[in-house]
T-cell receptor, first 115, second 117 residues
Framework: AQSVTQLGSHVSVSEGALVLLRCNYS??????LFWYVQYPNQGLQLLLK??????LVKGINGFEAEFKKSETSFHLTKPSAHMSDAAEYFC?????????????FGSGTRLSIRP | DTGVSQDPRHKITKRGQNVTFRCDPI?????LYWYRQTLGQGPEFLTY????????KSRLLSDRFSAERPKGSFSTLEIQRTEQGDSAMYLC???????????????FGAGSRLTVL
């Protein structure tokens, strides 16, 4: 079984500051890991995904995440926040090498950007 | 391709009534997922299909919920005898599914918001 825990339901940073959104996963098998973003009044869209090719994954809009197996973490970072980054961010997990695998989402972290 | 379409976008109903939502996935996607999202929570898995076969259904889903994908294209999600606790956004997503389908990216629709009075 897979699950994810997102630490902090709301994160607020100043424009230009570092963004760090935390995600820890639990999986009985090697995982695939994802970050999705949901802008106000829009559907969820993929930000980036980890599929074992590289532990540091780069996504859209300057975001990146690092897979750390020893810490069971997949934290999302961006060096410099922009006002347009304000959104809800969801970490998700599924099972690797499975022909029938659902994708499980965390409860989300709302990112606010202060001018 | 216009992406994943969901209809209706918003449904208001009285407790005890039946409601049905429709999802049209991206045409070349053979996998279709239903999720439920309440305010302040992440999407909660309900069920998914590989073509017309329903491969998994959440154990949290009561018997009042049923989903179909009769020809492997569009899907419907029906909720019978609605309760106020069913009020939520119902999300549909699709993906292409191969052997390592867990890595496939979900494309989400805008959702169908259900309000049960």
């Amino acid at each position: 079984a897979q699950s994810v825990t997102q630490l902090g339901s709301h994160v607020s940073v100043s424009e230009g500051a570092l963004v760090l959104l935390r995600c820890n996963y639990s999986s009985s098998v090697p995982p695939y890991l994802f970050w999705y973003v949901q802008y106000p009044n829009q559907g969820l869209q993929l930000l980036l995904k980890y599929t074992s090719a590289a532990t540091l994954v780069k996504g859209i809009n300057g975001f990146e995440a690092e897979f750390k197996k020893s810490e069971t973490s997949f934290h999302l970072t961006k060096p410099s926040a922009h006002m347009s980054d304000a959104a809800e961010y969801f970490c998700a997990v599924s099972a690797m090498y499975s022909s029938a695998s659902k994708i499980i989402f965390g409860s989300g972290t709302r990112l606010s950007i202060r001018p | 391709d216009t992406g994943v379409s969901q209809d209706p976008r918003h449904k208001i109903t009285k407790r005890g009534q039946n409601v049905t939502f429709r999802c049209d996935p991206i045409s070349e996607h053979n996998r279709l997922y239903w999720y439920r999202q309440t305010l302040g929570q992440g999407p909660e898995f309900l069920t998914y299909f590989q073509n017309e076969a329903q491969l998994e259904k959440s154990r949290l889903l009561s018997d009042r919920f049923s989903a179909e994908r009769p020809k492997g294209s569009f899907s419907t999600l029906e909720i019978q005898r609605t309760e106020q606790g069913d009020s939520a956004m119902y999300l549909c997503a699709s993906s292409s599914g191969d052997r390592f389908s867990g890595a496939n990216v979900l494309t989400f629709g805008a959702g169908s918001r259900l309000t049960v009075l």
